[in-house]
């Protein structure tokens, strides 16, 4: 750990090599990319104590970098399972039973969306509102890789595929 703040020094080079894209008038900018790192290196969420750290550190209020994380889906604010389901709930996937595919993963892994499982292995993240992959649905991504013109035995074999590993 850094004596400066909560941090330690490898993330502190991360960030500085953000901060440092942007003039330095101007660290806010540095938020998104900031906590993205930040979350990545705390097991996937984000706390109080980070996002109060963050605010130093960037030189701006805390009220700034909260408002960043609460507002972008991409952010968790507790602690979350290892890998990350979204279910995109927009117009094209919804018209192709999206509904029915996050009621169908809800009742495989036995949790409601907002959950992880016990063992941490799933986390099915609120529906999301739009994935960008209209064409492929329906349609979720785990850990940011897409999954199109998902069917029950589709869901059943990404699931299971990635519970061996």
């Given at each position: 750990m850094n004596d400066k703040n909560n941090f330690p020094d490898n993330l502190i080079e991360e960030i500085d090599a953000i901060k440092s894209k942007f003039p330095s008038d101007k660290s806010k900018s540095a938020i998104i990319e900031s906590l993205l790192i930040i979350q990545h290196h705390n097991n996937g969420y984000l706390n109080e104590d980070l996002i109060s750290s963050l605010a130093d550190f960037l030189n701006v209020t805390k009220i700034d970098v909260y408002e960043v994380a609460t507002f972008y889906s991409m952010f968790n604010?507790?602690?979350?399972?290892?890998?990350?389901?979204?279910?995109?709930?927009?117009?094209?996937?919804?018209?192709?039973?999206?509904?029915?595919?996050?009621?169908?993963?809800?009742?495989?892994?036995?949790?409601?969306?907002?959950?992880?499982?016990?063992?941490?292995?799933?986390?099915?993240?609120?529906?999301?509102?739009?994935?960008?992959?209209?064409?492929?649905?329906?349609?979720?991504?785990?850990?940011?890789?897409?999954?199109?013109?998902?069917?029950?035995?589709?869901?059943d074999k990404i699931l299971d595929e990635i519970n061996n590993d």
């Open positions: 604010l507790k602690p979350v399972g290892k890998n990350i389901i979204s279910v995109c709930t927009n117009v094209s996937c919804m018209l192709r039973k999206s509904d029915d595919m996050v009621s169908y993963i809800e009742k495989k892994l036995k949790i409601k969306v907002g959950e992880s499982t016990k063992d941490n292995k799933f986390y099915l993240k609120n529906e999301m509102e739009c994935l960008a992959a209209c064409n492929g649905a329906p349609m979720m991504q785990i850990n940011h890789i897409n999954y199109e013109n998902l069917t029950y035995d589709k869901i």
